[in-house]
T-cell receptor, first 114, second 116 residues
Framework: GESVGLHLPTLSVQEGDNSIINCAYS??????FIWYKQESGKGPQFIID?????DKRQGQRVTVLLNKTVKHLSLQIAATQPGDSAVYFC?????????????FGQGTILTVHP | NAGVTQTPKFQVLKTGQSMTLQCAQD?????MSWYRQDPGMGLRLIHY???????DQGEVPNGYNVSRSTTEDFPLRLLSAAPSQTSVYFC???????????????FGAGSRLTVL
């Protein structure tokens, strides 16, 4: 079946650097994408989402970029902090028919060194 | 506490035993779902429900049963536990709709299950 995947399973950065986490998706019918953050021992927490009619969306210290041509999205974290250390998942769905059914990527482990 | 509550947080079973993972949400969400998370893999959908009395299978439903008698509760039953069901289980909920953020699932803290 079609799935969402990540290029890099681990990412280590220094505190204050910018982080970029990448995600490739294969389902061309996907029209809604979400980034989740999962800290150790906790459930995934929503970070930011983007619809397929947009190519960029910004939140607080985070930006999601969507390139539908190559089926790629990325999560940029500005001025990364130790508290950003976690596993980051991208997820995709077809908004109108999803019923809460998300397809998740395998995750990227972000480690921020002080 | 508002949100999705899962119990138990940890459970150890022997092969062949049965048990139920409980999930309750107090946000009046219509949609609820169960995912499992295995090392090195993303979350995979087990079962989901679009409302009381309505359930359907997800990607990996074998070995699990669900029911939805109320809006608030969505228990996941393991009928005869197998070592392959050792995993962390997450329950999630959301409301229907197409507005921005409507697809954002709210997850519980997870239930870690070990089957020996």
């Amino acid at each position: 079946g079609e799935s969402v995947g990540l290029h890099l399973p681990t990412l280590s950065v220094q505190e204050g650097d910018n982080s970029i986490i990448n995600c490739a998706y294969s389902n061309s019918a996907s029209d809604y994408f979400i980034w989740y953050k999962q800290e150790s021992g906790k459930g995934p927490q929503f970070i930011i989402d983007i619809r397929s009619n947009m190519d960029k969306r910004q939140g607080q210290r985070v930006t999601v970029l969507l390139n539908k041509t190559v089926k790629h999205l990325s999560l940029q974290i500005a001025a990364t902090q130790p508290g950003d250390s976690a596993v980051y998942f991208c997820a995709e769905t077809r908004d109108g028919t999803s019923y809460g059914k998300l397809t998740f990527g395998q995750g990227t482990i972000l480690t921020v060194h002080p | 506490n508002a949100g999705v509550t899962q119990t138990p947080k940890f459970q150890v079973l022997k092969t062949g035993q049965s048990m139920t993972l409980q999930c309750a949400q107090d946000m009046n969400h219509e949609y609820m779902s169960w995912y499992r998370q295995d090392p090195g893999m993303g979350l995979r959908l087990i079962h989901y429900s679009v409302g009381a009395g309505i359930t359907d299978q997800g990607e990996v439903p074998n070995g699990y049963n669900v029911s939805r008698s109320t809006t608030e509760d969505f228990p996941l039953r393991l009928l005869s536990a197998a070592p392959s069901q050792t995993s962390v289980y997450f329950c999630a909920s959301r409301n229907p709709g197409l507005s921005s953020g409507a697809n954002v699932l709210t997850f519980g803290a997870g239930s870690r299950l070990t089957v020996l």
